[in-house]
């Protein structure tokens, strides 16, 4: 399924339909909607990445400086506590404290204010204020084991040479006696006491507090920040350190800060991958929601431009099936816009196609049917026209001149006929077969007609139908005279680029109801009569070589005479062969 889907996708993006419509209109969508859109996504990742970037630095420099801040406080008070002992020490009038037990009443009342002191000093976070004599011996809470005070690293390294503050930093509570022994992370101040004319010179002051919040601090910010945290004394000598293994690298992210207490530093070291990891996040969350919203873009884009070229794609299919012959094919109109329009034209421009098409064939039709009748009627004329020629000679040999003159002209009017080889020729030889054709009405009829013709020279030479004149005068003398009595004229003049022919008989006339039929087309196989079919013929004549505009009109009045106006356009015969137009 997804593998014709693709393929599909591939013919219709092939280099066959590179050009086509819809794929251009789909490439132009893309363009315009995905430059935007990745510009966008581009500019506002980088802006973004800026402001987070920013915001997590000075977070993580203000999480160090609040560190700062709170172990500064913790440290300026144990050293303000160790330095009121200090100096509670250097007055001469405390020297009765001594480095034994004591065993006179000034000493115990010393050590009962002393122990009072170092009481009064304590908060709730101090977890034990002791003055350390040379012998062992210490004032405080009887709650210390100073043998175990060498477990503490640091108080190792205390010598009787060390002098001032001794910060031991952070260890477990695990010097006590008894139920002191908690275990809880504490941290530690010693001071050497240098006062080489008093009773404590070479004692030592140790305070202790507890250190469980600020560690608890510490991991909150190694949680939040995702760093490594590094405290370190003024000898570099680690006082804390995170659990987790790091391996340090030179594109991590350090804030460093320096206590102003006691000179420890530290150091707050990120990955750059974990400091990066919000814009990473962002940059990720753009480049899936551009790639996204392409996929959207390409299928709305898609969606639109098979929407809107469909109506183009069916107009060209329909044009390919007229270009094949289907003339009665039509396209639907959706819409009155640009392409409604053209769908419309498009269907009028077929329909007037078709109609012209059915009128070519039906004029072609007739052609073919007009020819067959001619070359049927070419058989019998032949033979008549052998025949009367025969009977011509035998005549002159009788000394019958009128009827040898008769078949003469006879002869000629059947030579017009006879020579079908020019549907048109010119109008002088049509009036020269009349004039036959009304010599032989002379020998019949004598005098009782008259016959008067109007045509110029200039005119002669323009084409008319063959044999269409014939037939008119034909009728005139069957129809519309009693025994070849009246009067005949035939007047042709120009009327601009046509040539208009009005011939006119005093004869019997036509009935108003015959002469309203007297154009009409006469169903197949109905008999008609030889006056109307004589009209039509030459009627349709003129209609098939001029055009529908051309042809007979006929006026008549019963009892008055008729007359028959022809029009028809001047056109000469070609010295090739071909007619031409003026």
């Not at 859109?37 to 997590?56: E, K, R």
């Not at 959207?296 to 183009?312: E, H, N, V």
């Not at 009977?391 to 030579?415: C, F, N, P, S």
């Not at 208009?500 to 009409?520: C, N, P, Q, S, V």
Request: overall charge neutral; proline content about 3%; glycine content about 8%.
């Amino acid at each position: 399924m997804l593998s014709h889907f693709f393929k599909k996708l591939y013919h219709r993006f092939s280099i066959r339909s590179y050009f086509s419509i819809r794929t251009k209109l789909l490439f132009c969508f893309l363009i315009v909607a995905i430059i935007p859109l990745l510009s966008l996504g581009a500019l506002n990742y980088y802006q973004s990445a800026i402001v987070i970037n920013s915001q997590f630095g000075k977070y993580g420099e203000n999480t160090v400086a609040q560190l700062d801040q709170q172990i500064s406080s913790a440290l300026n008070r144990m050293n303000q506590t160790t330095g009121t002992i200090y100096s509670y020490l250097l007055d001469p009038a405390r020297g009765g404290l001594g480095d034994h037990v004591p065993t006179t009443y000034q000493e115990i009342m010393d050590k009962d204010d002393f122990e009072a002191l170092l009481k009064s000093l304590k908060t709730d976070l101090t977890r034990g204020i002791y003055l350390i004599t040379r012998s062992g011996y210490y004032y405080g809470e009887n709650n210390l084991d100073v043998s175990k005070l060498s477990d503490i690293p640091a108080w190792r390294s205390i010598t009787r040479s060390s002098k001032g503050p001794y910060w031991l930093g952070f260890y477990p509570m695990s010097h006590g006696m008894g139920d002191s022994v908690t275990g809880e992370p504490i941290l530690g101040l010693a001071v050497r006491i240098n006062n080489p004319a008093g009773t404590q010179h070479g004692s030592t002051i140790l305070i202790e507090e507890n250190a469980q919040v600020l560690l608890h601090m510490f991991h909150m910010f190694e949680e939040d920040i995702k760093a490594h945290l590094t405290i370190t004394d003024s000898q570099e000598r680690p006082i804390y350190q995170s659990e987790a293994p790091f391996t340090p690298n030179d594109s991590d992210v350090v804030w460093n800060r320096t206590l102003a207490a006691n000179g420890w530093k530290i150091e707050a070291r990120v990955p750059s991958k974990d400091f990066y990891f919000s814009s990473s996040l962002i940059r990720s969350n753009t480049v899936l929601v551009a790639i996204v919203s392409c996929l959207l873009a390409f299928g709305l884009a898609y969606i639109f431009s098979s929407k809107f070229t469909a109506r183009i794609r069916r107009l060209k299919d329909s044009m390919q099936k007229v270009s094949f012959g289907k003339l009665h094919t039509r396209t639907l109109v959706e819409g009155k816009d640009e392409l409604g329009s053209l769908d419309t034209s498009f269907n009028r421009m077929v329909g007037g196609i078709q109609s012209l098409v059915q009128e070519v064939e039906q004029s072609e039709r007739l052609k073919k049917e007009a020819e067959l009748k001619a070359f049927h009627y070419q058989i019998n004329p032949h033979l008549l026209f052998n025949t009367l020629n025969s009977i011509q000679w035998k005549a002159r040999l009788q000394g019958a001149e009128d009827i040898r003159q008769m078949l003469y002209h006879l002869t000629m009017v059947l030579e017009g006929n006879l020579d079908i080889s020019q549907e048109l020729i010119t109008l002088g030889r049509e009036l020269r077969m009349i004039e036959h054709f009304l010599k032989i009405q002379v020998i019949r009829y004598g005098s009782a007609f008259s016959y008067e013709q109007t045509c110029s020279e200039e005119l002669k030479p323009y084409l008319i139908p063959r044999m269409t004149l014939q037939p008119l005068f034909e009728n005139i003398f069957f129809h519309g005279f009693e025994d070849g009595k009246g009067n005949i004229s035939l007047n042709v003049r120009e009327e601009g680029e046509h040539l208009l022919l009005t011939l006119t008989d005093d004869g019997a006339g036509i009935t108003e109801e015959k002469l309203r039929t007297l154009m009409l087309a006469k169903p197949e196989g109905k008999p008609q009569g030889r006056g109307g079919l004589g009209v039509q013929n030459a009627n349709q004549k003129f209609k098939l070589h001029f055009g529908q505009q051309y042809g007979l009109t006929v006026q008549s009045t019963k009892g008055e005479g008729t007359t028959i106006v022809i029009r028809w356009p001047k056109k000469e015969e070609s010295p090739y062969g071909d007619n031409q137009d003026h």
